[in-house]
């Protein structure tokens, strides 16, 4: 391609006028470059390659045809040879075959839409020639050029600027193709010439390896014929040793034998010491694991004793009817749930001394169950032993208690010892709203 057949297309002025297209000399009467209605050729038809300006053949065969193909086509049409013709003549006869029409045009017509059929049905879409150039564009992005560059170029609706804008397309990408081939082309020479410096390094270690092979071959044959010595030798002692041999082969089977027997009993002691070992690391654990629920019983025993003291001691101490352990209480109305009759009467007086108000229910024995919700409301503390109560009951309360913001506490028994303990807990934990205190490392209700 030595001169483009016009002037690219401005971006802010696409389409010329009749006159200015007179003007520039261009071959507007050609059915691909001059359209009857100024936007489609007549008879809505694609363009012939004959039918095309005669400076667009050169970027279409160049483009769309690989030297490989024209070879085949070309010396069918002219007197040139498929082998000897350089490729320069075959890409310049195929353009003149195009310029000048007739079987050879059609041939390489034919070749065109046979290659790139698909592409014809993609761009055959376009209803216009803004659908065609946006087409275009998404080929240029791809890298998918020489099917959309004839499918354009022959399409109905491409108008001179859309033929002008490809043209430029294409022509702009043979300069950024051409200097990508100027590098390549300088590393392809600093290729060759390490190529050359390997080579010759090649060389010299093949000749080296090839002296090598040969010192190699003489030492095998020298130690052919020494071991050839050796075997000759050998075979004159080889009956007199053979008896003495036997009967070292037999004393190394028997050790062998015995160091077997060592290794597997070995073996299945280590295997007990290892079960022994894990039993008793499981025992460790379990030992542990016990311990630490009876330290946690243990510390929660001990304050129920050191709280149940404090009481005693305050009571010996003639305090009169109020227990300094127990003053909390003063003024509170609490409500027990379970426990047994003892230690529930027990629990009455003491709080009834401290100037307290307990109403006991116990749970659904002997007291109806209706009224454990009615003696629920105005409580201050509701407190259930969880070992002396059943479940149903303690479900029941925590509901009622949660949905009246009542406040409650759980015992780990139905003792004196754990209701003083608790008691002697509240004031620490009692601001603008009791709170329950942590839960402690072991289950309440099974130790």
Known sequence: MHTPPFRLAQPARLKLSDDELAGTGLRAANACCAPADGSRPPGKRRARLAE??????CSI??????THELRRLVPKFTTLDRR??????IHHCAVELAIEGGAAARALHK?????????????????DDVELLTLWDEALKSGD?????????????????????AFGDLHMLSHLVGAANRADIRRLVALEEENAVLRDKLERQQSRLQEMSLQHDASIAALNE????????????????ANSGESELQKLRDRLADADQRVA????????????????????????????????LLRVVQSECDALEHATVDAANGSGLRRASLENVRGKRIVYVGGRPGSNAALRRLVQSAGGDLIVHDGGVEDRKGLLAAALPGADVVVFPVDCIDHDSMNMLKRVCERQQIDYHPLRTASVASFVELMARLPSARGEQVTRPPASAFCLRHG
């Not at 095309?52 to 053949?57: C, K, R, V």
């Not at 000897?84 to 003549?89: E, L, P, V, Y």
């Not at 290892?274 to 654990?285: F, M, P």
């Open 226 to 241: 020494q071991i050839a010595r050796l075997a000759a030798a050998t075979t004159c002692t080889a009956a007199a040793e």
């Open 61 to 66: 065969i160049g483009t769309c045809l690989s």
């Open 111 to 127: 070749l065109l839409d046979e290659r790139y059929a698909g592409a014809m049905r993609r761009f055959d879409k376009a209803a």
């Open 84 to 89: 000897d013709a350089s490729d320069q003549d």
């Open 52 to 57: 095309l300006d005669s400076h667009l053949h």
């Open 265 to 296: 009993l070995h073996t299945s002691r280590r295997e007990a010491a290892e079960q022994r070992v894990h039993e008793e690391r499981e025992a460790a654990l379990a030992l542990r694991r016990s311990r630490d629920q009876a330290l946690a």
């Open 145 to 165: 050029i020489p099917p959309a560059y004839w499918a354009l170029m022959t399409h109905p609706h491409a108008t001179l600027p859309v033929r002008q804008k």
